[in-house]
């Protein structure tokens, strides 16, 4: 793990900021990734989606329900895909009050109002400041967006962070920083066929495959059936990888189409969220599977991380980066801070 990444030039632990430092501001908006940069973070985090009319913007969700008032903007939209709206409809709605709602102990009048983001909007906050963060972008439903990993290619050659354009040190530093190497764009998707596009598209750009409970590879290792009265909960907790084969098998379709790395689930207690023992957040970096990835030369970026005892415990296992809501909480763990 550590030789890998330190052929890429990527810190080792890599800290992701996952949607931004979006624990202590609104996910996937302008503070989220202004912080993550001044905090340090090594990726800015992002979940790439296609409006209507072609734009390339970060958002998590498949609809604007959970993190904007679309209910109040355009209620009759309300259940609609992201891909039904015009960019400018998008940019109607507020993308941070609903946090102040969700977290009253960390709402800030200015998030009031914020606004859903651009993929070039992001990037100019990683080009902005002393900082110069990466950027590791998700595509997020790729079935929905056909092409977008040729657009995504097409974006960041126009704006030189690919391959040979890509400047090694940022235009207003003398600092050499180690972030402005190849590996300053990561890519990631939890899809076998957007990997391989991913591949097609950016051969010489790293990249990570998911891993979910869900992932048909999983799935088919066991295919147990769901009890008719099981909760949803009780059914993931049956779903375990016991074969090594199994996750071999995910590992080599990885690397085999051109991934530096996986990026596995994790567990974590005490602290996991309703959300991750709701659905289906398994441990799927337990040391074995550390192990295995490095026996592949693959590196684990293991998501999502945010208290610190987690993370030691992963990183004993040799977890070599961490997606993390709290990048100023890992960052202070690895003495980064
Ligand atoms: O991209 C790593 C992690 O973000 C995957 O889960 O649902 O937060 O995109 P999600
Ligand atoms: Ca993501």
Wanted: glycine share 6%.
């Amino acid at each position: 793990g550590q030789a890998l990444s330190h052929r890429l030039e990527m810190p080792n632990p890599a800290i992701i900021a996952h949607r931004g430092a979006s624990y202590y501001a609104p996910e996937s908006t302008l503070p989220a990734y202004q912080l993550a940069r001044a905090l340090g973070a090594d990726y800015l985090e992002l979940d790439l989606q296609r409006t209507k009319d072609g734009h390339l913007i970060a958002l998590h969700d498949n609809n604007l329900k959970r993190t904007t008032n679309i209910e109040s903007v355009f209620p009759e939209r309300a259940n609609d895909p992201v891909s039904t709206f015009l960019l400018s409809e998008l940019k109607q709605l507020d993308a941070g009050s609903w946090f102040n709602d969700a977290y009253p102990d960390r709402a800030r009048p200015q998030f009031v109002g914020l606004k859903i983001m651009t993929l070039d909007e992001v990037r100019q906050v990683a080009e902005q400041g002393n900082n110069h963060p990466g950027l590791y972008i998700e595509t997020k439903s790729p079935d929905l967006f056909p092409g977008i990993e040729a657009d995504l290619k097409t974006y960041l050659a126009a704006h030189r962070w690919l391959g040979d354009q890509a400047p090694t040190q940022p235009d207003n530093s003398a600092d050499v920083n180690v972030r402005f190497t190849d590996s300053r764009v990561m890519l990631q998707t939890f899809e076998r066929s957007s990997l391989k596009a991913l591949q097609s598209a950016m051969p010489d750009v790293p990249k990570i495959l998911l891993l979910w409970g869900g992932s048909d590879y999983i799935k088919m290792a066991q295919h147990p059936p769901k009890g008719e009265h099981e909760s949803t909960a009780d059914y993931y907790s049956r779903l375990k990888v016991n074969a090594p084969s199994d996750y071999a098998q995910w590992l080599e379709f990885a690397r085999d189409n051109g991934a530096i790395g996986v990026g596995p689930s994790t567990i974590q207690t005490p602290h996991q969220s309703d959300f991750a023992r709701q659905f289906s957040y398994m441990d799927l970096a337990m040391p074995w599977m550390v192990n295995m990835s490095h026996q592949h030369q693959l590196l684990v970026h293991a998501y999502t991380v945010d208290h610190i005892d987690d993370a030691y415990n992963y990183r004993n296992r040799g977890v070599d980066g961490f997606f993390t809501n709290r990048p100023a909480a890992l960052l202070q763990a690895f003495d980064r801070a």
